[in-house]
């Protein structure tokens, strides 16, 4: 069985602060683990994802994830956020032994000015 | 290039009536979700296809919920008869292969809200 958690329902950063989305994932065989955002009013796309390759992924508008085995996790970070970062920020994972990919429940985030 | 294509965008109706919602995945995806968002429950999958088939419908909430991809470029969702229960945002989403490892391209939803 698959699963992920993200911690943190909503997180609140202020304009050029770090991003960091949480997230921690549980699977029996390697995973490849993604991370969709979904502005207002739209559906899902693809931020960045992790295939077996680099443990350290770069993906769109600067975002970046580490996968760690050790822990389990995929956070998301950015270094410096942006207005245009509100939204909502979803981790999911999959493998081979199935092709249904697990979504979180998603962390909202907002970005003051 | 066309991404996932949705009809309709948002629809309102009586409870007990029929809702149809469409689909065209994008050209050349051989696998074909729909998912359901409400704010309680997150992102659900209902229904997954590969190549046409209905290979998991394990995520259909009951009955008066049906899907059908007669072709590699439609399908449809149906609920009927309606409830209010059923209000939520409906995804279809395509990828290219089975989806394990691949990018799954969402439509931008269809908005059900039933009175």
């Known amino acids: 069985a698959q699963s992920v958690t993200q911690l943190g329902s909503h997180v609140s950063v202020s304009e050029g602060a770090l991003v960091l989305l949480r997230c921690n994932y549980s699977s029996s065989v390697p995973p490849y683990l993604f991370w969709y955002v979904q502005y207002p009013n739209q559906g899902l796309q693809l931020l960045l994802k992790?295939?077996?390759?680099?443990?350290l992924v770069k993906g769109i508008n600067g975002f970046e994830a580490e996968f760690k085995k050790s822990e389990t996790s995929f956070h998301l970070t950015k270094p410096s956020a942006h207005m245009s970062d509100a939204a909502e920020y979803f981790c999911?994972?999959?493998?081979?032994?199935?092709?249904?990919?697990?979504f979180g429940a998603g962390t909202r985030l907002f970005v003051k000015a | 290039d066309a991404g996932v294509i949705q009809s309709p965008r948002h629809e309102v109706t009586e409870m007990g009536q029929e809702v149809t919602l469409r689909c065209k995945p994008i050209s050349g995806h051989n696998s074909l979700f729909w998912y359901r968002q409400t704010m309680m429950r997150g992102l659900e999958l209902l229904i997954y296809?590969?190549?046409?088939?209905?290979?998991?419908d394990s995520g259909m909430p009951e009955d008066r919920f049906s899907a059908k991809m007669p072709n590699a470029s439609f399908s449809t969702l149906k609920i009927q008869p309606s409830e209010p229960r059923d209000s939520a945002v409906y995804f279809c989403a395509s990828s290219p292969s089975t989806g394990v490892g691949h990018t799954i391209y969402f439509g931008e939803g269809s908005w059900l809200t039933v009175v």
């Open positions: 992790y295939t077996s390759a680099a443990t």
């Open positions: 999911a994972v999959s493998n081979t032994g199935g092709f249904k990919t697990i």
């Open positions: 296809f590969n190549n046409n088939v209905p290979i998991d």
